[in-house]
């Protein structure tokens, strides 16, 4: 073998993604990488969620050269690399950037086989949004924000109880709750639904629930507050795309949330039509069935969601390209919305809606 330089800023393969990427140099029969993270990397958003993958399972040897960065295990141990630390990662974990300060690191072991995902719809950041006539999407956590709407009334309420507990971990406490509700009694109405989990929740918080407060919240829908940029985002997306909702509610729930939306919807597919909820394919079932009465087909449509549990693991499996609207960046956790426990994958991810418009409008002037 010959003598053989490569120079750091000539590698021989990119592979880019949200918020980094990693540089493969092909040296002296070895694989070796660069890793640079932007401040808000997360391997299992940025990289793993695209293959629908929660754990990262390539083992890395390397050296950090600047910046910081979590090692968590799927044990739940949990270290910070730092520079001037080499470090051995085994399989089966998560990372991303601590702090302000990008991060750079050189790796010696792992670097072929990592970031190589074929997702649905395509590798983040590779949908084509011109590509589409329709988009479906769900609505409560995308474009009205149901995690105000559950707290404005929790909160009351556990103040009332004498309960020292905030709006996360009251929104914490729901989540599994409303989801159990919804699998147990698929035909029950979303009112119930709400009442139910709320009775559910006081049981576990051993602080009782009355029915004054069960009806609060089952009546409360209509009045949760619209994302501050759904309304305008909708009327941009309705000038290039037919707009069909899918939405766990029921068809009165929706139809006060839309006083606020001002969405001109071609289909409107509520849990109240379809007798079951989210994540259940009920929903996606319907709307394929809707499709060639709108003169559209499968290969028309682009679902866009914020919950992984509820939409982007059902549109996994249907095959469906998506795109993840992250109405809970920069929060930890998972809100109202429990973890999901299968496969999910996305095509783009956008922290508003207004940047998946702006985007759009870029894709279809790109076009021309």
């Known amino acids: 073998m010959d003598l053989q330089l490569v120079p750091l800023d000539a590698p021989t393969e990119t592979r880019e993604f949200m918020k980094g990427r990693f540089e493969l140099y092909r040296v002296g029969g070895m694989t070796l990488g660069r890793a640079s993270y932007e401040p808000g990397w997360k391997w299992s958003e940025h990289v793993g969620a695209a293959a629908g993958e929660r754990w990262c399972e390539v083992e890395?040897?390397?050296?950090?050269?600047?910046?910081r960065a979590m090692a968590a295990m799927r044990d739940g141990t949990e270290r910070v690399m730092e520079p001037g630390q080499f470090f051995y990662v085994p399989p089966g974990h998560d990372s991303w950037v601590v702090g302000d300060e990008p991060y750079v690191s050189l790796h010696i072991m792992g670097s072929e086989d990592y970031a190589v995902s074929e997702p649905t719809g395509g590798a983040a950041g590779q949908l084509d949004l011109a590509d589409y006539k329709v988009v479906s999407f769900d609505c409560y956590g995308t474009l009205i924000d149901w995690?105000?709407?559950?707290?404005?009334?929790?909160?009351?309420?556990?103040?009332?109880?004498?309960?020292?507990?905030?709006?996360?971990?009251?929104?914490?406490?729901?989540?599994?709750h409303e989801a159990a509700v919804e699998r147990e009694t698929p035909s029950a109405l979303y009112p119930e639904v709400l009442a139910m989990a709320f009775r559910r929740v006081g049981e576990q918080l051993e602080a009782p629930v009355s029915d004054?407060?069960?009806q609060r919240l089952g009546e409360s829908v209509p009045d949760w507050p619209a994302f501050p940029d759904s309304a305008d985002a909708l009327?941009?997306?309705?000038r290039r795309y037919r707009l069909i909702i899918l939405s766990n509610v029921h068809r009165a729930g929706f139809a006060g949330s839309n006083r606020q939306l001002r969405g001109e919807f071609a289909a409107i597919i509520t849990a109240e039509d379809v007798g079951a909820y989210k994540p259940a394919e009920n929903h996606f079932r319907a709307l394929e069935a809707a499709l060639p009465g709108l003169g559209l087909d499968r290969g028309d449509l682009l679902h866009v969601a914020q919950s992984l549990?509820?939409?982007?693991?059902?549109?996994?499996?249907?095959?469906?390209?998506?795109?993840w609207i992250d109405r809970r960046h920069g929060r930890p956790g998972w809100g109202a919305t429990p973890e999901p426990?299968?496969?999910?994958?996305?095509?783009?991810?956008?922290?508003?809606?207004?940047g998946?418009?702006?985007?759009?409008?870029?894709?279809?002037?790109a076009r021309g």
Do not use: C, N
Not at 235 to 238: G, P, V
């Open 309 to 323: 549990f509820h939409d982007h693991v059902p549109a996994k499996r249907k095959g469906w390209p998506s795109v």
């Open 60 to 67: 890395h040897v390397g050296l950090v050269l600047s910046g």
């Open 341 to 354: 426990a299968e496969a999910w994958s996305y095509g783009l991810k956008f922290d508003s809606m207004a």
């Open 235 to 238: 009327a941009r997306l309705a």
């Open 356 to 365: 998946f418009a702006d985007a759009v409008d870029r894709a279809f002037t």
């Open 212 to 214: 004054a407060w069960a």
């Open 147 to 176: 995690e105000a709407g559950i707290a404005a009334v929790l909160a009351p309420w556990a103040r009332e109880q004498g309960l020292d507990l905030g709006d996360e971990d009251l929104l914490l406490a729901y989540a599994d």
